[in-house]
């Protein structure tokens, strides 16, 4: 179907308003080289959209600002984490803290040594955990034989020794974290993190360097302190192997931006005094004549001047047919230019063209998408402070009012109640779940990037999506051929055979057919294509036309009532018919559709049973997208969509409260997925689509988004039932290991004991979420 561009897509003069009232392009400035600072956000959305004018770290989190991705981006600078006015065009190490410095604007290459890093830290983390923790582990065995080789207080050493990589190297940021999140007060995971293993690790080195000092409860039968590197450590890893995941899932979602910049061609052919010359894309000018050859990408926005062509525009509108375009017509940055050359002038250039564009509605739309707070943070955020007052108490109480040595009593009930706290099951709650989630629902053909994706999967009430390649195959193909003599198969022979001469998809779809039904196809003498027409020859003894009315006016040809009566209710139905004439007569007609998925109906009607409102937005013509709704019985649906129309009525159901799931499989997909609460991509389409949402289907079918649905509620009730886990023991726990009991019944609660019942709710978390290996999708 043809789309009249200029009409349906804003392309902005300078003074145009857009939408939202802004000037339009407002946001898609070319950056200049010069300008070394860019437009910045946080990570982490700490305060929704807002856009800093500086690299740095984010007032409210700490965490590193990240620079929006732009079409014509400056190169890449680096800068450290720690310093950011550290700023240099080599990589290396800082002047001042001596840290890697990282890229500003990440390529590929810097976002896998970001993960290469983390990956390696992990590796030395575990390498040295693992000893420590069956070391520790050992001394719970009755006869241990490590001592054997040497006694307990060298082993201790031994812990010591090995957890000091894992300390101070490889999560050595977690400490740098939790001290900034203490400094802004802004207390998260972190927060935990950073105080529990730091007075696990303090208070073990106090019990190896000065033993003498501890009550004898708090010592093993040979006389060493009780110590907890193990925990120290193996809480440290944990917490590193949630960080690796994080930096892959980050490099999969810029991965969309670099996707759509990849649209993008370098080069131009500027055509002028008669010569081609080859230019870059930045050095062509609004009027510039450009030539654009077979296959060639079109390099910016403007009108053809000289020729013709067929654009594969799906980059743009979804739909797999490419349109005809001649003098006149405008032509798209980014799309594809078939089989013939034209010339073109430039309109549109840098951050004016369609492209720049969507790749800043992709930007603002990641950018404005806050994530939700994991349920663990959420609960930290009053836990944390909770936790620390009250080992506070603890101290001051003992200090005052406990038997000699009442300092020392202090600070060992106050390290239990930090112990006992120590975030161990409260972090593993959430990605245990999710990581046990996330493979069952790869076994079932759902590939989820994150645990919001899931969280936010189980508050969908209103489910966008589109038609061509998500509710339909995306493969047009013959839906009938009707000839007036009843001898439809030499018609599809004479057809096609015509047709194979024609790189027209629809002419695919013929040839497709006759092939299919072992017809052969005959010789063509005299083949003619009618640009934007359809294509004439000579098939045997027969003069043959094929193509839309114009072709038929073009030739004279004479059409009966009965036919056009015919193709009126076909194209009623939305489908592109093609007449077919024989020696100036037409005979007959082909009409063309795109099959509706044979589980559509199913999943969508099992979706509304769910009472999630589903609602179909497509590119194609009204007459079509009425047609698959009335097959789907879908009450809701939009036509001649582009994706500033899906990205706004996403934005306009958000602003409404609704919780919104899009469902696409093209390019043009690639904003409406990142604006939604939760974005589906169909395993069958695009790149782009596919690194822009947050699940994907594999099999690109429907009934995998009701499968999703239901693994996000087990998965969050799930999640609910191991943070239950994770707290009950500190609810119960952290008054004992204060000495609540120890007035009454004269019990303290030593700080293995806290470790234990630690231990205790990390196996209940870990149990409770392999459960989920069970569950039928």
């Not at 936010?456 to 509710?471: A, E, H, P, Q, R």
């Not at 036309?545 to 036919?563: C, P, Q």
């Not at 030593?750 to 039928?776: E, H, Q, Y």
């Amino acid at each position: 179907m043809k789309h009249n561009l200029n009409n349906h897509w804003p392309l902005h003069d300078p003074e145009e308003k857009s939408c939202c009232g802004n000037p339009a392009g407002a946001k898609a400035e070319v950056p200049v080289a010069a300008n070394e600072n860019g437009k910045y956000y946080c990570p982490m959305h700490c305060q929704g959209d807002k856009i800093y004018d500086k690299a740095g770290d984010c007032p409210v989190c700490g965490m590193q600002l990240e620079k929006m991705r732009q079409l014509r981006d400056v190169k890449i600078r680096y800068t450290c984490p720690m310093h950011p006015e550290i700023i240099t065009d080599t990589a290396g190490s800082c002047p001042i803290c001596g840290m890697d410095l990282v890229a500003v604007v990440p390529s590929d290459n810097e976002d896998k040594k970001v993960y290469r890093d983390l990956l390696d830290k992990i590796k030395i983390a575990t390498l040295f955990t693992v000893p420590v923790f069956i070391i520790a582990m050992m001394e719970m065995v009755h006869h241990n034989p490590l001592l054997n080789l040497m006694d307990a207080v060298k082993w201790n050493w031994v812990q010591f020794l090995l957890s000091l990589p894992v300390v101070f190297y490889a999560c050595s940021v977690f400490f740098v974290r939790a001290w900034k999140s203490i400094v802004t007060w802004n207390l998260n995971m972190f927060t935990l993190v950073g105080i529990g293993t730091g007075v696990a690790f303090l208070f073990s080195v106090a019990g190896l360097l000065f033993p003498s000092v501890f009550p004898a409860e708090f010592k093993n039968e040979s006389g060493s302190v009780l110590l907890y590197f193990e925990a120290a450590t193996v809480i440290l890893t944990l917490v590193l192997l949630g960080q690796l995941l994080e930096a892959r899932a980050h490099s999969q979602i810029s991965g969309a931006i670099k996707a759509l910049l990849q649209l993008a061609p370098t080069e131009a052919t500027l055509v002028k005094d008669g010569a081609d010359s080859i230019i870059a894309i930045a050095a062509i000018k609004k009027g510039d004549l450009l030539r654009v050859k077979p296959g060639d990408k079109i390099p910016v926005d403007g009108k053809i001047t000289d020729g013709q062509s067929t654009v594969d525009e799906s980059m743009l509108t979804g739909e797999p047919i490419p349109v005809d375009r001649k003098i006149g017509d405008a032509v798209i940055s980014g799309t594809i230019n078939g089989n013939k050359s034209f010339v073109m002038i430039a309109e549109k250039i840098g951050s004016e063209t369609v492209l720049s564009q969507i790749v800043q509605m992709v930007n603002d739309a990641s950018r404005s998408q806050a994530p939700i707070q994991k349920l663990a943070d959420r609960m930290a955020k009053y836990f944390v402070p909770a936790v620390i007052i009250t080992a506070l108490i603890t101290f001051l109480l003992w200090a005052k009012f406990g038997p000699e040595p009442s300092m020392v009593y202090g600070f060992i009930n106050a390290i239990a109640v930090l112990i006992i706290a120590c975030p161990c099951a409260l972090g593993l709650a959430t990605p245990m779940s999710v990581m046990v989630g996330v493979g069952k629902g790869a076994q079932w053909g759902l590939l989820i990037k994150n645990a919001e994706a899931l969280e936010n999967m189980s508050k969908v009430n209103v489910l966008i999506i589109d038609k061509t390649g998500t509710i339909t195959e995306g493969k047009p193909s013959v839906e009938k051929i009707y000839s007036s003599s009843s001898q439809e198969d030499k018609l599809l022979q004479s057809i096609a055979s015509l047709d194979k001469y024609s790189e027209h998809p629809l002419a695919q779809a013929v040839v497709n057919l006759a092939k299919s039904k072992n017809i052969p196809l005959t010789e063509v003498r005299d083949f003619e294509t009618v640009a934007g027409q359809g294509v004439i020859g000579t098939v045997g003894t027969e003069k043959i036309a094929l193509g839309n009315k114009k072709l038929m006016e073009e030739i004279g040809a004479s059409i009966s009532e009965d036919i056009e009566n015919k193709i009126f209710a076909k194209q009623k139905l939305g489908q592109t018919v093609s007449y077919i004439s024989i020696n100036g007569t037409a005979v007959g007609f082909v009409s063309i559709t795109d099959a509706i998925k044979s589980t559509s109906i199913e999943a969508i009607k099992e979706l509304n049973r769910q009472g999630i409102q589903v609602i179909m937005m497509t590119g194609d013509n009204i007459n079509t997208a009425k047609a698959v709704a009335d097959v789907l019985d879908l009450t809701s649906f939009k036509a001649g969509c582009l994706p500033e129309d899906k990205l706004n009525e996403i934005k306009r159901l958000q602003g409404e409260g609704k919780i919104v799931a899009m469902a696409g499989d093209g390019i043009n997909d690639a904003p409406a997925l990142a604006q939604a609460n939760v974005g589906i991509a169909m395993g069958t389409g695009t790149d782009v689509a596919i690194q822009s949402a947050e699940i994907t289907l594999v099999k690109g079918d429907l009934k995998g988004i009701v499968k999703a649905k239901n693994l996000s509620h087990a998965v969050m009730k799930n999640i609910r039932q191991n943070l239950f886990f994770a707290s009950i023991y500190n609810v119960l726990g952290i008054p004992i290991a204060a000495g609540l009991l120890y007035p009454f019944f004269g019990i303290l609660l030593s700080p293995m004991i806290a470790a234990v019942a630690m231990s205790f709710s990390s196996v209940s978390v870990i149990g409770n979420a392999l459960r989920l290996r069970k569950l039928k999708l």
